[in-house]
């Protein structure tokens, strides 16, 4: 078994939230892929770089990196037993062979040292419950001279997802959407504290800047509203209501969304992130 600190992110991944990831892949794929090009794009890779993925998933960016990198290779490195299994067979259905996986945490995992030119993130870097020692041990295992480069959710308000759950403050009992500072999705929501936290973690050359993406989150109002409500927030608020308040935030959510459908009828919500880049230094500091 692999040495593990962050226990609770563990049991979130490997429990409810980790399966619904891993069964609903392709629709949390539809949703945040619009960052995979801005990501791989800031981080240059290219050739026969050999890149990480922290907190990869599923491996949708993992398998993009690899297509990028055709004769290097990248591992994913994931808490989540569910979402590498889906990873691995996702690899292989789609011949992408240059790549692997690894169950295990980002902030103590025993990488060899100096052992990727590259490591890259979507939206995988915000549970940590040290981030200066995460970011410590990713540096290490980075070459002198690698890039680090991520994505992380800006201010949860220049989110729609969080907006349309915002919607239903009149029937549900909807809080603060994550506290920054604190583990968890808007963890980083402030540029400073990734500034702050990538310095202590000994990076150079920090660049933090903000990006934006549209998602496809349902193929008509009705289906973004269903799925919305089955992710973990959306659980969290339906499980404290009764059904009539339920019925009811069915209705209001739907309705939300019905003005963010395309010509098509999906369902596209903007989603605001910030795109960091930072470097190991090239001379032992
Ligand atoms: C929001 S999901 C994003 C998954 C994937 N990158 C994507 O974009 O589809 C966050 C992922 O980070 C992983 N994660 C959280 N904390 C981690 C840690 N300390 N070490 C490794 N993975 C972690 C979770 O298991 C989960 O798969």
């Known amino acids: 078994?692999?040495?593990i600190v962050n226990?609770?992110?563990?049991?979130?991944?490997?429990?409810?939230?980790?399966?619904?990831?891993?069964?609903?892949?392709?629709?949390?794929?539809?949703?945040?892929?619009g960052f995979d090009d801005p990501l791989l794009d800031a981080?240059?890779?290219?050739?026969?770089?050999?890149?990480?993925?922290?907190?990869?998933?599923?491996?949708?960016?993992?398998?993009?990196?690899?297509?990028?990198?055709?004769r290097g290779h990248a591992l994913g490195l994931d808490l989540s037993g569910p979402m590498l299994a889906e990873a691995r067979s996702r690899a292989e259905r789609e011949g992408v062979a240059n790549v692997s996986f690894a169950q295990g945490d980002a902030q103590v995992h025993p990488f060899e040292a100096g052992a990727f030119d590259a490591a890259v993130s979507r939206y995988g870097v915000m549970f940590f419950a040290d981030p200066v020692a995460a970011?410590?041990?990713?540096?290490?295992?980075?070459?002198?001279?690698?890039?680090?480069?991520?994505?992380?959710?800006?201010?949860?308000?220049?989110?729609g997802w969080v907006t349309?759950?915002?919607?239903?403050?009149?029937?549900?009992p909807v809080g603060d959407f994550g506290q920054p500072g604190l583990p968890g999705m808007f963890s980083l929501a402030?540029?400073?504290?990734?500034?702050?936290?990538?310095?202590?973690?000994?990076?150079?050359?920090?660049?933090?800047?903000?990006?934006?993406?549209?998602?496809?989150?349902?193929?008509?109002a009705e289906d973004a509203a269903e799925f919305l409500l089955g992710t973990g927030p959306g659980r969290h608020l339906m499980n404290l209501a009764d059904?009539?308040?339920?019925?009811?935030?069915?209705?209001?959510?739907?309705?939300?969304?019905?003005?963010?459908?395309?010509?098509?009828?999906?369902?596209?919500?903007?989603?605001?992130?910030?795109?960091?880049?930072?470097?190991?230094?090239?001379?032992?500091?």
Do not use: K
């Not at 922290?54 to 990198?69: N, V």
């Not at 970011?135 to 989110?159: I, K, Q, S, Y």
């Open 164 to 172: 349309a759950m915002a919607s239903l403050r009149e029937v549900l």
């Open 243 to 285: 059904p009539t308040a339920r019925a009811r935030a069915r209705g209001i959510l739907s309705d939300h969304l019905r003005a963010h459908e395309a010509a098509d009828g999906t369902v596209r919500l903007l989603s605001t992130s910030w795109l960091a880049t930072a470097d190991r230094p090239t001379a032992a500091a």
């Open 7 to 33: 226990t609770e992110q563990s049991q979130a991944w490997n429990g409810p939230e980790g399966a619904h990831w891993a069964h609903n892949q392709d629709r949390w794929n539809a949703v945040n892929e």
């Open 43 to 70: 981080a240059g890779v290219t050739g026969e770089d050999r890149v990480l993925d922290l907190g990869c998933g599923s491996g949708q960016t993992t398998r993009r990196a690899a297509l990028r990198a055709p």
């Open 135 to 159: 970011f410590g041990n990713v540096g290490r295992a980075l070459r002198p001279g690698g890039r680090l480069t991520f994505v992380c959710p800006a201010d949860a308000m220049l989110n």
């Open 190 to 220: 402030a540029p400073d504290r990734i500034g702050d936290v990538l310095a202590a973690a000994g990076f150079v050359d920090i660049d933090v800047h903000q990006v934006q993406a549209y998602g496809t989150w349902g193929q008509d």
């Open 1 to 3: 078994m692999p040495d």
